[in-house]
Protein backbone atom coordinates (compact mmCIF):
# COMPACT_ATOMS: atom_id res chain seq x y z
CA UNK A 1 0.00 0.00 0.00
CA UNK A 2 1.26 3.48 -0.81
CA UNK A 3 2.61 5.64 1.73
CA UNK A 4 -0.54 8.15 1.23
CA UNK A 5 -2.83 5.87 2.57
CA UNK A 6 -0.85 4.93 5.62
CA UNK A 7 -0.68 8.80 6.00
CA UNK A 8 -4.26 9.05 5.86
CA UNK A 9 -4.57 6.07 8.47
CA UNK A 10 -2.38 7.59 10.44
CA UNK A 11 -4.50 10.65 10.84
CA UNK A 12 -7.68 8.70 11.44
CA UNK A 13 -6.03 6.60 14.25
CA UNK A 14 -4.94 9.64 15.71
CA UNK A 15 -8.07 11.71 15.91
CA UNK A 16 -9.80 8.38 16.46
CA UNK A 17 -7.80 8.02 19.85
CA UNK A 18 -7.74 11.87 20.41
CA UNK A 19 -11.61 11.65 20.01
CA UNK A 20 -12.20 8.27 22.55
CA UNK A 21 -9.89 9.76 25.35
CA UNK A 22 -11.76 12.19 28.23
CA UNK A 23 -15.11 11.88 25.32
CA UNK A 24 -18.14 13.68 27.30
CA UNK A 25 -20.23 10.87 27.09
CA UNK A 26 -18.90 6.84 26.27
CA UNK A 27 -21.57 5.50 25.16
CA UNK A 28 -22.14 8.63 22.67
CA UNK A 29 -18.76 8.46 21.81
CA UNK A 30 -19.38 4.50 20.54
CA UNK A 31 -22.31 5.69 18.70
CA UNK A 32 -21.10 7.91 17.11
CA UNK A 33 -17.13 6.94 16.18
CA UNK A 34 -18.67 3.23 15.18
CA UNK A 35 -20.15 4.42 12.40
CA UNK A 36 -16.56 5.69 11.36
CA UNK A 37 -14.72 2.74 12.55
CA UNK A 38 -17.16 0.29 10.35
CA UNK A 39 -16.72 2.81 7.77
CA UNK A 40 -13.12 2.58 7.52
CA UNK A 41 -13.39 -0.87 7.86
CA UNK A 42 -15.48 -1.34 4.48
CA UNK A 43 -13.18 1.14 2.78
CA UNK A 44 -10.28 -1.86 3.64
CA UNK A 45 -11.88 -4.96 2.56
CA UNK A 46 -12.77 -3.57 -0.58
CA UNK A 47 -9.40 -1.65 -1.12
CA UNK A 48 -8.18 -4.12 -3.31
CA UNK A 49 -11.24 -4.34 -5.83
CA UNK A 50 -11.58 -0.76 -5.99
CA UNK A 51 -9.87 2.16 -5.19
CA UNK A 52 -11.05 5.98 -5.26
CA UNK A 53 -9.29 8.73 -5.90
CA UNK A 54 -7.36 10.62 -3.72
CA UNK A 55 -9.75 13.46 -3.79
CA UNK A 56 -12.28 10.89 -2.81
CA UNK A 57 -10.39 9.43 -0.15
CA UNK A 58 -9.18 12.79 1.43
CA UNK A 59 -12.79 14.24 1.53
CA UNK A 60 -13.71 10.97 3.65
CA UNK A 61 -10.86 11.42 6.12
CA UNK A 62 -12.22 14.97 6.32
CA UNK A 63 -15.73 13.64 7.20
CA UNK A 64 -14.54 11.24 9.55
CA UNK A 65 -12.62 13.99 11.07
CA UNK A 66 -15.88 15.91 11.52
CA UNK A 67 -17.49 12.97 12.85
CA UNK A 68 -14.70 12.26 15.58
CA UNK A 69 -14.73 16.11 16.98
CA UNK A 70 -18.85 15.67 17.35
CA UNK A 71 -18.50 12.10 18.78
CA UNK A 72 -15.55 14.08 21.82
CA UNK A 73 -17.44 16.58 22.62
CA UNK A 74 -21.08 15.99 21.87
CA UNK A 75 -22.37 17.86 18.98
CA UNK A 76 -24.19 20.55 20.98
CA UNK A 77 -21.19 21.48 22.84
CA UNK A 78 -18.60 22.06 20.02
CA UNK A 79 -16.03 24.73 21.75
CA UNK A 80 -15.52 26.50 18.69
CA UNK A 81 -19.14 26.93 17.48
CA UNK A 82 -20.54 27.69 21.11
CA UNK A 83 -18.05 30.74 20.49
CA UNK A 84 -19.66 31.48 17.04
CA UNK A 85 -23.29 31.25 18.65
CA UNK A 86 -22.08 34.43 21.02
CA UNK A 87 -20.35 36.08 18.41
CA UNK A 88 -23.33 35.77 16.64
CA UNK A 89 -26.27 35.42 18.78
CA UNK A 90 -27.37 32.28 17.64
CA UNK A 91 -29.68 30.33 19.78
CA UNK A 92 -27.61 27.04 19.57
CA UNK A 93 -24.42 25.09 18.22
CA UNK A 94 -25.00 24.21 14.73
CA UNK A 95 -21.94 22.35 15.03
CA UNK A 96 -24.06 19.71 14.11
CA UNK A 97 -25.23 21.19 10.58
CA UNK A 98 -21.62 21.16 9.67
CA UNK A 99 -21.61 17.00 10.23
CA UNK A 100 -24.66 17.02 8.24
CA UNK A 101 -23.54 19.17 5.39
CA UNK A 102 -20.65 16.84 4.76
CA UNK A 103 -23.39 13.24 5.53
CA UNK A 104 -24.62 15.11 1.80
CA UNK A 105 -20.96 16.23 0.04
CA UNK A 106 -18.82 13.32 1.35
CA UNK A 107 -21.79 10.71 -0.08
CA UNK A 108 -22.19 12.56 -2.75
CA UNK A 109 -18.46 12.28 -4.14
CA UNK A 110 -18.66 8.87 -3.03
CA UNK A 111 -21.65 8.05 -5.27
CA UNK A 112 -20.75 9.84 -8.12
CA UNK A 113 -16.89 8.29 -8.66
CA UNK A 114 -18.95 4.68 -8.33
CA UNK A 115 -21.69 5.75 -10.73
CA UNK A 116 -19.02 7.04 -13.21
CA UNK A 117 -16.24 4.31 -12.50
CA UNK A 118 -18.56 1.54 -12.64
CA UNK A 119 -20.58 2.55 -15.43
CA UNK A 120 -24.27 2.35 -13.31
CA UNK A 121 -25.59 4.97 -15.57
CA UNK A 122 -25.20 5.18 -19.37
CA UNK A 123 -27.15 8.59 -20.10
CA UNK A 124 -24.61 10.85 -17.79
CA UNK A 125 -27.13 13.53 -17.64
CA UNK A 126 -28.89 11.66 -14.71
CA UNK A 127 -25.86 11.08 -12.67
CA UNK A 128 -26.31 14.61 -10.55
CA UNK A 129 -30.53 13.58 -10.34
CA UNK A 130 -29.60 10.32 -8.66
CA UNK A 131 -26.35 11.22 -6.48
CA UNK A 132 -28.46 13.50 -4.73
CA UNK A 133 -31.46 10.92 -4.29
CA UNK A 134 -28.48 8.67 -3.08
CA UNK A 135 -27.67 11.08 -0.65
CA UNK A 136 -31.39 12.17 0.73
CA UNK A 137 -31.61 7.89 1.28
CA UNK A 138 -28.50 8.11 3.39
CA UNK A 139 -29.57 11.26 5.63
CA UNK A 140 -33.15 9.53 5.70
CA UNK A 141 -31.77 6.55 7.03
CA UNK A 142 -29.69 8.45 9.79
CA UNK A 143 -32.60 10.19 10.81
CA UNK A 144 -34.08 6.78 11.24
CA UNK A 145 -31.44 5.35 13.27
CA UNK A 146 -31.43 8.82 15.13
CA UNK A 147 -35.20 8.06 15.68
CA UNK A 148 -34.52 4.59 17.09
CA UNK A 149 -31.73 5.28 19.23
CA UNK A 150 -34.01 8.10 20.65
CA UNK A 151 -36.43 5.77 21.51
CA UNK A 152 -34.08 3.08 22.62
CA UNK A 153 -31.54 5.26 25.10
CA UNK A 154 -34.49 7.38 26.94
CA UNK A 155 -33.08 10.15 28.55
CA UNK A 156 -29.72 10.27 26.24
CA UNK A 157 -31.33 11.21 23.32
CA UNK A 158 -30.71 14.51 24.00
CA UNK A 159 -26.97 14.15 23.08
CA UNK A 160 -27.43 11.66 19.92
CA UNK A 161 -29.99 13.62 18.32
CA UNK A 162 -28.56 17.40 19.69
CA UNK A 163 -32.04 19.12 18.47
CA UNK A 164 -31.02 21.12 21.47
CA UNK A 165 -34.69 22.09 21.55
CA UNK A 166 -34.87 23.00 17.92
CA UNK A 167 -38.46 21.55 16.57
CA UNK A 168 -37.60 21.52 12.79
CA UNK A 169 -33.60 19.61 13.16
CA UNK A 170 -34.91 16.81 11.42
CA UNK A 171 -35.63 19.00 8.28
CA UNK A 172 -32.99 21.26 8.57
CA UNK A 173 -30.44 18.18 8.54
CA UNK A 174 -31.59 16.62 5.63
CA UNK A 175 -31.31 20.14 4.18
CA UNK A 176 -28.39 20.53 4.92
CA UNK A 177 -27.18 16.84 3.70
CA UNK A 178 -28.96 18.38 0.23
CA UNK A 179 -27.34 20.86 0.25
CA UNK A 180 -23.85 19.26 0.57
CA UNK A 181 -24.21 17.32 -1.92
CA UNK A 182 -25.54 19.95 -4.47
CA UNK A 183 -22.28 22.23 -4.09
CA UNK A 184 -20.35 18.56 -4.51
CA UNK A 185 -21.59 18.31 -7.55
CA UNK A 186 -21.31 22.04 -8.76
CA UNK A 187 -17.83 22.81 -7.40
CA UNK A 188 -15.74 19.75 -7.50
CA UNK A 189 -17.33 17.52 -10.17
CA UNK A 190 -15.04 18.43 -13.02
CA UNK A 191 -11.82 18.20 -10.52
CA UNK A 192 -13.55 15.04 -9.88
CA UNK A 193 -13.63 14.07 -13.57
CA UNK A 194 -10.10 14.75 -13.78
CA UNK A 195 -8.66 12.98 -11.05
CA UNK A 196 -11.17 9.68 -12.66
CA UNK A 197 -9.23 9.88 -15.46
CA UNK A 198 -6.12 9.84 -14.56
CA UNK A 199 -6.60 7.00 -12.78
CA UNK A 200 -8.77 4.99 -16.11
CA UNK A 201 -5.32 5.90 -18.01
CA UNK A 202 -3.25 3.68 -15.87
Known amino acids: MEKKYWFFLTIFFAVAIWSGIGAYETGLWFMEAGMCIVGVAILALTFKRFKFTDMTYFF ?67 IPFFVICICMAISTFYEFIEWWVAVLSGDGAEDFLGMQGYEWDTQSDMFCAMTGAICMLVFFSKLQNKQINQISKK
Open 60 to 126: ILLHLIILFVGAHYSYARVPLFDWIREIFDQSRNNYDKVGHFAQGFVPAMIARELIIRLDVVRKKGW
